[in-house]
């Protein structure tokens, strides 16, 4: 098991981080969705607030307006998703000894992608759920008061969590590991 003190010890194995697991991408997804909820939220379309439209400009402008309550909407979800791939850097230790700079880059890269792939997976496995709910109780008659808008906004959050992701992959994790790889270069060689 990966330690804070495990860092120090020379005798220790190369890789000092355990491997990334859905057990820890889950309370992340979770947070995003207490995020929602917690900020006043819900998933009907009379709860939108359209106070945030308003939050730029005194008065309606189309594109700031729209950017802002899309923004309001599915924002703690979309930063949420955009740190799940940042996980697989916890807990890493910079330096790994014996370990060339290119294989831990690639660790890493592969340990940020199957995160990524866990946040999409749970937020698919939602929309899955809202829409078999929706298919079973069509008939219901609150469908389009309670099902057909979770329908809507699992929809929204899955397009939210596939963007932020992406850019949390190609954008956050290529950053932090070209700026580890090149601060610790140096350093590497020496040892």
Do not use: C
Request: without cysteine; hydrophobic residues 50%; positive net charge.
């Amino acid at each position: 098991a990966a330690t804070p003190s495990a860092v120090l010890d020379p005798s220790a194995s190369s890789n000092l981080s355990p491997p990334i697991r859905f057990a820890d991408i889950i309370p992340v997804a979770l947070l995003g969705l207490h995020a929602f909820y917690g900020t006043g939220h819900q998933s009907t379309i009379s709860s939108i607030q359209w106070k945030s439209a308003f939050l730029l400009t005194p008065t309606l402008s189309y594109p700031f307006s729209v950017v802002t309550v899309v923004l309001n909407s599915v924002g703690p979800i979309f930063m949420m998703a955009l740190a799940a791939p940042l996980l697989a850097l916890w807990n890493r230790a910079p330096l790994s000894t014996g370990v060339d700079t290119q294989d831990s880059a690639m660790q890493v890269k592969h340990e940020s992608t199957l995160a990524a792939l866990g946040m999409m997976i749970y937020y698919a496995s939602l929309l899955l759920g809202t829409s078999v709910s929706a298919a079973i109780l069509r008939r219901h008659l609150m469908v389009w008061k309670v099902f057909a808008p979770r329908f809507m906004a699992a929809i929204l959050e899955l397009l939210a969590v596939d963007v932020a992701v992406l850019l949390g992959v190609a954008i956050g994790v290529e950053r932090v590991t070209r700026r580890v790889s090149t601060m610790f270069k140096g350093k590497a060689t020496q040892q």
